[in-house]
């Protein structure tokens, strides 16, 4: 079952700069998507969603993009903080279904 | 911010052996899941409980797993025969009306 997936394992990107994180999809059924970030020995802490209607969600340095035909989505952070180095998770909601789908999660490095 | 609590953080069993794992969800949550991870995959669903009865399960979720919330406040997750293979992080969840969850910290189980 890999109807979500993140095809970059690790991200390593300079303090100050942008991260950008990809989750690309094949179930065109899925009407939310949601970031999560996992600290070690923590749970996923959600960031940041979007509904499949929009193109695009902003939270302070935090931006989603979704793109339907290309059935990709995007996390953008801007300025990258130390505090940002986590494995990020893209997640995918099925309507009428209870569950969410994880992709296998990005783990983003930031250099000082 | 209102947490899911797990316990414990760290279980060890033997194989064959029983495990019941622990949570409290938020108070005002009305939708409780159990997730797990191995060590280096994705975040995987294992079952959806609302109004006292199992919503959703997975292929994951057989005869051995059962989920139970036997006092309003508490959700547990029991193996009833653990395996080699059970071994994983736990996670629990739970969500008011909204998609987004919100996950407890895990149990990590280790089944020797």
């Known amino acids: 079952d890999q109807q979500v997936k993140q095809n970059s394992p690790s991200l390593s990107v300079q303090e100050g700069r942008i991260s950008i994180l990809n989750c690309d999809y094949t179930n065109s059924m899925f009407d939310y998507f949601l970031w999560y970030k996992k600290y070690p020995a923590e749970g996923p802490t959600f960031l940041i969603s979007i509904s499949s209607i929009k193109d695009k969600n902003e939270d302070g340095r935090f931006t989603v993009f979704l793109n339907k035909s290309a059935k990709h989505l995007s996390l953008h952070i801007v300025p990258s903080q130390p505090g940002d180095s986590a494995v990020y998770f893209c997640?995918?909601?099925?309507?009428?279904?209870?569950?969410?789908?994880f992709g296998t999660g990005t783990r983003l490095t930031i250099i000082p | 911010e209102p947490e899911v609590t797990q316990t414990p953080s760290h279980q060890v069993t033997q194989m064959g052996q029983e495990v019941i794992l622990r949570c409290v969800p938020i108070?005002?949550?009305?939708?409780f899941y159990w997730y797990r991870q191995i060590l280096g995959q994705k975040v995987e669903f294992l079952v959806s409980f609302y109004n006292n009865e199992i919503s959703e399960k997975s292929e994951i979720f057989d005869d051995q797993f059962s989920v139970e919330r036997p006092d309003g406040s508490n959700f547990t997750l029991k193996i009833r025969s653990t395996k080699l293979e059970d071994s994983a992080m736990y996670f629990c969840?739970?969500?008011?009306?909204?998609?987004?969850?919100?996950f407890g910290s895990g149990t990590q189980l280790s089944v020797l």
């Open positions: 969840a739970s969500r008011e009306r909204g998609i987004r969850l919100f």
């Open positions: 997640a995918a909601h099925n309507f009428g279904n209870e569950k969410l789908t």
């Open positions: 108070s005002n949550h009305l939708y």
